[in-house]
Structure formats: C-alpha cells, structure tokens
C-alpha cells in the first residue's frame, strides 16, 4: 500500500451525530476488493463513498448528512480544489449511485509537517445535504477516550487495487483485518508510526487495503451492533505483504478536531 493506499474490513464504536441526522453505524441486516476482499451488496456498507476527479481516486466515510471525512492526502497540490471533486454513495458499483458535489475541503493543518502521514486526515463538506436511505447512512464515529483492542477484527471497504499496482474494483470490496498492537506497528514501522496512526491486518498477509482505498473506513461493530470508524486508510508497504499491516489514521487521536470542523 502506497500513498493513495486501498482497503481492508473492520468493526468499532461511538458517539453519536448531530439531530439532523439518525442514529449512526446502522445497516440492513446483510449477510454477506480489496486484496483479498469479496463483493459487497448494496446497503450493507451505507456509510461508504466514491470520491472522484472523473475517475474514482479515493474512498471517504459519510458522517452526518452535510460532512464526509477521508485522508489528507488525497487532497494535495493539483487535487486541492473542492470543485473538480465528486462524492458518489448508495451503490456497492463504482458506475452508479447517488452525486453529490463537494463545498469545501478541510485538511488537518498539521498534516505532514512533522511527519509524512501524520495527521492525514480532512472533512469534506458537501454542497447539498443528503437524504438519508436503506443504502446512504452515516457512521458512527468514537469518543476521544474510546479502545480499539488490539487483536479486534474490523473491516474495511473500498473499490481500490484488487493487487498492487493491479486494477480497480467494479463492485465494492470487504475484507476482514485484526488491529495491531501499538509495540508491533511501532517495530514495524520504525519511528513512521505517531500517536495518531493505527495498524491494522493479518500478518500472514494476503488481505489488506490498497491503491484507491486510500480515505475509506476501517469499521469496527459495538456489542450493540452498531459500527464505528476506528481509522482512516493512510499508507503502507505495497499492499497485502508478510509483516506489514495497513496503517491507518487513528479516529480517536483526531476526534476532537473533526468536531471543531464539522459539529459532528
């Protein structure tokens, strides 16, 4: 996984929206890429979205029906302007679904001044709010204080590269990852890894997120069913290798700014 990493599936928990928008973290009851991944179905990833420059290029995650968040880094240079994107949700192919322009970007600012990949995070306002369905919902997102336990299995979602380097996704892809614990994220990693990142995969390899995926979720399910985005798809080594984990901006790290920005 490179900058503009793809994804692997999660679970997690909560605080909920603002008023105007319904309980969060909710889906229809579904059962059943990615490397690794399986198709998903309409629905039963209702928070995902498909931001576009013409083509896909990142995932993000629905909040409210006003704000989206994804990573930072898709948002740099070239791709800085809020009017050349383009949020599309509500279908599981990347063809279809529902659009909506974007109003504003908002990036950390302190991203990647003392880091590369910290802080990758940004809010993405939307022009017109959404209606909310079986198939658009909003995520929930952790409290500040919230546990991510080491060994969780999450998942994550997204349409990028089926293999490193390979092609896009057509349908949208799910996979299961557990969460690493900080000390081995960190062994990996070296001194890349900051508080504000988590590792996140199955250290056999084989799963793992990947070129496009990069702002999707990393989703975690509460004891009450309900799901919450526990990181953000940041970067990583190629994308599925032996040893090395997805690494993903952590939520809970960067909770308090997301709700200066938004109110969510």
């Not at 690794?36 to 990142?58: A, K």
């Not at 050349?84 to 990647?112: C, F």
Request: proline share 5%.
């Amino acid at each position: 996984m490179l900058q503009d990493a793809t994804i692997a599936p999660t679970t997690a928990t909560t605080t909920r929206n603002i008023t105007s928008t319904p309980a969060c973290g909710s889906k229809p009851a579904i059962s059943n890429k990615i490397v690794g991944g399986t198709d998903s179905v309409n629905g039963e990833w209702p928070w995902q979205v498909s931001l576009r420059i013409g083509s896909h290029v990142c995932g993000a995650s629905i909040i409210s029906d006003r704000w989206l968040i994804s990573a930072a880094h898709c948002f740099q240079n070239a791709n800085s302007n809020p009017l050349q994107w383009e949020a599309y949700m509500g279908s599981v192919d990347i063809r279809k679904g529902t659009l909506r322009t974007i109003k504003r970007i908002i990036n950390h600012p302190n991203y990647g001044i003392l880091t590369s990949n910290d802080f990758d995070v940004a809010v993405l306002e939307l022009s017109i709010p959404l209606k909310f369905s079986n198939v658009i919902q909003p995520i929930c997102l952790p409290s500040s204080s919230q546990d991510f336990l080491a060994d969780q299995s999450c998942t994550i979602t997204g349409w990028g590269s089926l293999a490193y380097k390979g092609s896009l996704s057509i349908i949208l892809q799910k996979a299961d990852v557990n969460l690493i614990d900080d000390n081995t994220c960190k062994m990996i990693y070296r001194n890349t890894i900051t508080n504000r990142m988590l590792c996140a995969g199955i250290l056999a390899g084989g799963v793992d997120s990947c070129q496009g995926d990069s702002g999707g979720p990393l989703a975690c399910v509460e004891s009450d069913g309900t799901w919450s985005l526990a990181g953000i798809v940041s970067f990583g080594i190629e994308c599925a290798k032996p040893n090395f984990p997805g690494v993903y901006s952590r939520v809970t790290a960067l909770r308090d700014w997301v709700q200066e920005q938004t109110g969510v």
